[in-house]
Every structure is written in C-alpha cells, then in structure tokens.
C-alpha cells in the first residue's frame, strides 16, 4: 500500500526506532473514579531498571509467571 510523504513522516515519527523497528504496545485502562496517580505507580514499579536492562544474563534469575505459554 503506498502512503503519502507525509503520512509515512507520521509512521516514523510514531512507530519508527532505529533499533526495534515498529513494535509498539498500548496500554488502555477504561473504569470509573480510577486512580491514574497509583495505577501508574503500580505499572511504573513492574518496569526494568537500566542496570537489569542492561544485563539480560541475569534474566533468567526472574520467575517466570507465565510457564505455561512456553
């Protein structure tokens, strides 16, 4: 499919990274009276740090909670 110069400018500038390419997740959370400031506390404390990033070795120290997909 052919896209415009400037829609493809938008795809790049959206989804494009030098490194990973397109890949892209969106996390949408629809409720009533919800607490965005602890929701994002909560998912922010599930993230890596930059030292467990950078030392995928160590990955597999982590529990895996999702066995049964493999």
Known sequence: MMY???MNAEFEQE??????GDRRTELVIIGVLLDKQEITKLLDSALLTREE???P???DNYRDLFPAWL
């Open 15 to 20: 989804f494009g990274h030098k490194k990973f």
């Open 53 to 55: 990033l950078e030392t």
């Open 4 to 6: 415009s110069p400037e």
């Open 57 to 59: 070795e160590d990955w």
